[in-house]
């Protein structure tokens, strides 16, 4: 996602397909973020590729007992 200032009703806007998602792994332990997945802790950019998107089913229990 990019910046929304200027968006309004009625405007032409491109739908990506893409799901919303967010940087998950262990570059991402003890980090806060947005609710755009952006790191807001002022420890710099998050060193991961890898991303999950936001809806989807919760992890099963038995892989964190």
């Known amino acids: 996602m990019s910046v929304t200032d ?5 405007l032409e806007v491109v739908d990506t397909g893409a799901a919303l998602s967010v940087p998950v792994g262990g570059a991402t332990l003890g980090r806060i973020f947005n609710v755009l997945g952006e790191p807001i802790d ?3 950019l998050v060193d991961t590729r890898t991303t ?3 809806h989807r089913s919760a992890p ?3 892989h964190y007992a």
Do not use: W
Request: proline share 7%; no cysteine; glycine share 22%.
């Open 52 to 54: 999950s998107p936001i």
């Open 60 to 62: 099963a229990f038995v």
């Open 6 to 10: 200027g968006l309004k009703r009625g």
């Open 42 to 44: 002022n420890l710099g």
